[in-house]
């Protein structure tokens, strides 16, 4: 009977996580990027038993003898075929032993003790779900995508600098937390995953990441599951850490994210509010791509400047690319797959993954 109970108690033992933190960095051509983020994560976090797991998203990029050179300490899996970014991150937690997780973009610089200030709000805050960082451009200004409110068709349709400079507290846009002062935790409704930690629990509580998600909006949707369960998803100011941001989708075709972003977000909204919802929202992006197209053209063709010309042609092909989504979904996205195709067969799939789309 004796044996027995040990046996028991030494299962269990072996059950538990044996570490305080997991950091899990999924990497797509971004090695460099993921050393100075390793280097900074073991620079700044002290008192805290972790561990590092990088996932390569099949990009084939070095990035193994990179690690292997400057941080044989951490993990390393190579991921044969491009995942995704929240099927990636769950098939790294698989591997992980942490008590809690922090899900990092290889593209960003721990400053201080960032990380150990997110743990411990995580552990003493009273009904903390998920908690994140204060991101920064390179040149130390707010990134302010680090914090928003959950999409609707309202906020989306209006989505622009202009409205968000004219009524920077409005609920519309789940950033007034950048209007105060103070540093302490504040709740919002959603984090960015370029830096997002939850506990273990919490995160298998509410199913880990959707995989319905290639690219953008798993984060938000996460976040929507951990308020749906009854916890609070908090902003520490205090915790700062660089992002410089985008970099492995700027190695896709031409206007490739923003086109994801809004099939991402129509995931979302079809998946917490029902196809009709979703149909609204794909209706509303296409008047907002129909007037924002005129605009632009009307910009382009009165703007002398050489540089403002170039920059409205820019933002006029990405809303162009974007109305062309809201009228023909389908056929939009099946001309990225093949774009993908070709940047495969042109370098070995080493700047592109035909499976990058996912469903569509």
Known sequence: MQNAEHDTDK????????????????????AEFVRRCVDSIRAQTTGLTYEIIVADNASFDGCDRVLQEHAPYA???????????AKANNHAFQRSRGASILFLNPDTEILGPA?????????????AGAVGARLLNRDASIQTSCIQSFPTILNQALDCEYFRKQWPKSALWGTR???????????VQAISGACLMLKRETFERVGAFNEDYFMYSEDIDLCY????????????PEAEVIHFGGNSSKQAPSNFSSVMMRESTMRFLRNTRGDLYGMGYRLAMLVSAVCRVGLLSISWLTR?????????RASL???????????KRADSLNSYLAVGRAFDAEDGGKTWNSNCLGEA
């Open 11 to 30: 299962r269990v033992a072996l059950s538990q996580p044996s570490l305080d933190l997991s950091i899990i960095v999924v990497n797509w051509n971004s």
């Open 75 to 85: 993990t390393y899996i190579q991921c044969e075929k491009n995942l995704g970014f």
């Open 115 to 127: 990380i150990c200030l997110l743990y411990r709000v995580l552990q003493e805050l009273p009904g």
């Open 177 to 187: 937390a950048f209007l105060n002062d103070h540093l302490r935790p504040q709740e």
């Open 225 to 236: 599951k951990v308020q749906r369960v009854g916890y609070k998803n908090y902003y520490v």
């Open 304 to 312: 002398w400047s050489h540089v403002r010309r170039r920059l409205a």
């Open 317 to 327: 092909r990405k809303w162009l690319a974007i109305l062309r989504w809201s009228v």
